[in-house]
Structure formats: C-alpha cells, structure tokens
C-alpha cells in the first residue's frame, strides 16, 4: 500500500544498522530493542532520535522534523514513491546535531520548521546526504542561511498565501481583547473578585469612529485594516513604503457606502513617516518584514510618542519591539495596552512582561487555524516533493489555492521556493 505507517517509534540510527546487514522491515522492528541498547553504549554515536515511518519502501527518503496537521501532506508524498520519516522526539526545539542525526546518510529532502537553525553545518550535511530540498513550514525564514543554502544547491521552500487571514483574525483578536481588557476581566472572574456591577470596573477603549494605524501594509496588514474598518467602522492610517492601492479603494468604496446610508464615513490616510501613524493613532499594528530596518522598529523614543491610551499589536516578528523598553513603558503608562503574539527572544519573555496586567500574551498562533496550519504542512511538504520530481517552481507563490484543493491533484510545481532565481530553477507556466 502506498499510505502504510509503521505504527513504531524507532531510532533512524537503528534504522540505518539493520538495512546495512541486509534486514527486512519486519527485522528492522524486532531489532530496535537491542540496536538501541547498543547506541546508548557508545559515546560517539549520535543520540537515537525517535521516529515514525510511513511507506517504508519508498524511493525517495523525506525527513519532517517535527509532526504537522493533517494527513493529506503524507499521502501526496507517499503517492509519489516517498518514505516519509517523522521525527517524535518530545522536544520542542530540536538542535542542529538532532536533526544531523535524523538526515543520516541518504536523505532526499527535509521539512523543517521556524525554530530550528538552518545554516551551513544543516545544509552542508543535507547535501552530503544527496538532498537538494528543505522546506520551513512557516512563511518567514529568518532562521535560514539561504546564501549557505545556494552554497550547497538546496531549494529552499516556504508557505506564503495561506496565513493571511488567519494571522489578520489573531492580530483583529488581540486588538478587541486588549481594547476591552478581556484577559483581565477573565481572570477577575475566575479568581472570585467579582461581587457585583461597578461603573468604573474595568472600562476599555472603544474602537468605532477611533483610528486605526497599520505598519506594513501588505496581504496580511491589508487584511487586517479591512477587517478593522468594515468591522468596527475605524478609520485608516498607515505606514507602507508602497502604495496599498487596493486598500485604499476599498476604504474609499466603504466610506461611500457609509455615507449613502446616512452614517459618519470612514476616511484613509497614508502618512509620510512611521511617526505620524504612531502620534495619529489609537490602535496600531505591525505588520513589517523583519530585517535590519526594521530591528526594534518600536523603542523607547518611538513609544513615548504615541497616546498613553494607545494599544500596540505585534503578530509579524518579535525583534520589531524593543520589549525592554516595552515593559519600561507599560509599567510607567498603565492605561498603555498590547497584544503580542511574537516576541523577541522566543520561547522567552523579557524579566516584567509576565508581570504586566496591560499585556495580553499568546504563544506564537497567529497561524494557527486548522485550515492554514494542514496548508502549510501541504504546501511545504509539496515544496520538498516538488525539487525531488524536478518540477518548475509555481509562478506566483501568493496564488496557492490550486495546491490546497482536497477535490484535485495539485499541480505539478513547487508553491513557493524563495531561492529559486539563484539556483535557477525553471517557472513553471501553469
């Protein structure tokens, strides 16, 4: 069958020792126990990495460091003659030298993910493994080395165009709870306190008719904006070193609408520097691309310019805010709230912000919706596949609802490799 599971958790390492004496599957299982032993033995071998194996006489031999949602992504890989290896390791975060041991000595193509350090050590053993495709599951790669990827001649994948309105509901999602001091009012309740209605008992912000600043104005912030807008009628300013020309239209069509029915319009405005969205607005969101402009784009100056009722929202990257200077501020500016999904030294929170009742807190699941967590499980998983069949890499990877299709074969393309013109791989004109 070609969607068969092993239903065991086995070292690759105990893997590896009985193929090499010629063993059969059924071998290889009722060898673990001993295998194992033995490895636990000898200081210079590798710690053995638990597994679980699906198609285990496929041709080509896929690593996925971490289980992902979903079946489908196996099952595309297994229907194309792949050995799909899990790695069930109860970690977290697995280090370079774990997932050395999981790649081995035959590998055709990883799945990894946002966590992990994909550098030269990772990518120059990939390659001496024979394979020439990883895949972050993840639209982002700031853990990626991709001119030591182009180096080794590794295809590198990621998930773009199935997080958009997910991340936008969670950035929607923290903007109203923080607004509304939800959080607080929550554990207020669940402690006991609450002994009856009080006028002053935790009063918010209200949204409507209020002005909402977006940094960052792409498919993600956009969406975010219109969600805002349509939603609670707030008006528009942002920030983007492009023109969201779209955005615009639709806040101008939106505002048209308003009018015709006898309400307030909304407005837009695209500000000239960061700091007019940050002086202008009650809400704001960011929504940049991080890189070395961007690196604490939110610090204390930037911070002190904005409304002491002002509320901040951070679903992009954490090392956007300075989260020193961030708790300095909430501490000295306790009607100052903000939401954070990232943070800058992740799975850690700086000393203090725990501490804050003004910040709401949640860990890193601005994806994390059913639907778009089993897509970019797919779209990486078919990222990986794609370079191993030698296919062309998709025309616009923005566009990838062709690969999240249950009713269709996806096409054959890669959905999205970020250094495909360096390795110049061929588009695909589908």
């Given amino acids: 069958m070609s969607f068969y599971m092993v239903a065991r958790r086995i070292s690759h390492h105990a893997w590896n020792e009985c193929m090499k004496e010629g063993g059969t599957l ?7 126990s001993s295998i194992n032993c033995e490895t636990r033995s000898q200081a210079s071998m590798a710690k ?14 896929v690593i996925s460091t971490k289980p992902m949602p979903g079946t489908r992504w196996i099952r595309l890989l297994t229907d194309q003659d792949c050995r799909v290896e899990i790695c069930t390791q109860k970690k977290t975060i ?32 990939l390659s ?16 990626v080395d991709v001119n030591a990827a182009n180096k080794y001649g590794v295809a590198v994948g990621n998930t773009p165009g199935v997080l958009t309105e997910t991340t936008a509901e969670l950035a929607a999602s923290l903007s109203l709870s923080a ?9 207020f309740m669940r402690a006991g306190l609450y002994d009856g209605w009080l006028p002053h008992l935790f009063v ?20 975010y904006a219109r969600m805002m807008i349509e939603g609670f009628k707030m008006n528009l300013i942002y920030y983007d070193l492009y023109q969201a020309t779209r955005l615009e239209k639709f806040v101008t069509a ?13 407005t837009w405005k695209r500000a000239a520097t960061m700091e007019e969205v940050l002086r202008e607005a009650d809400l704001i969101s960011l929504h940049p691309v991080l890189d070395k402009t961007t690196y604490h784009l939110i610090n204390k100056e930037r911070l002190s ?71 970019m499980a797919t779209l990486a998983a078919l990222n990986v596949l794609g370079k191993i069949k030698g296919y062309p890499v998709w025309s616009d990877p923005n566009r990838v609802e062709p690969f999240l299709n249950e009713n269709s074969p996806p096409p054959a393309a890669s959905p999205s490799i970020v250094n495909a013109k360096a390795l110049g791989l061929t588009a695909s004109k589908l």
Wanted: proline share 4%; charged share 25%; hydrophobic share 40%.
């Fill in 48 to 61: 053995p990495v638990s597994i679980e194996v699906w198609n285990p006489n496929g041709k080509y031999r």
């Fill in 26 to 32: 059924k071998r290889a299982l009722c060898s673990v």
């Fill in 179 to 187: 607004s509304r001091r939800i959080v607080e009012a929550d554990e």
């Fill in 305 to 375: 310019i904005m409304k002491k009722e002002a509320i901040l929202v951070n679903c992009s990257r954490g090392p956007v805010v300075d989260e020193v200077a961030l708790v300095e501020h909430l501490k000295e500016n306790p009607m100052f709230r903000v939401g954070l999904d990232v943070f800058e030294d992740e799975p850690y929170m700086k000393p203090g912000l725990a501490d804050m009742k003004n910040a709401i807190v949640v860990p890193h699941i601005a994806s994390a919706s059913k639907w778009t967590r089993e897509g």
């Fill in 254 to 266: 939106y505002g048209e609408f308003l009018k015709s029915s006898g309400e307030q319009p909304v």
């Fill in 94 to 125: 697995l280090s370079v030298e774990d997932i050395l041991a999981l790649i081995g000595d035959k590998c055709d193509g990883v799945i990894g993910q946002l966590t992990e350090d994909w550098g030269e050590v990772l990518f120059s053993g």
């Fill in 204 to 223: 918010g912000n209200l949204l409507k008719g209020q002005t909402v600043g977006v940094i960052g104005a792409g498919r993600i912030g956009s969406a």
């Fill in 128 to 143: 001496r493994a024979g394979g020439r495709a990883f895949s972050n599951m993840a639209v982002g790669y700031n853990n």
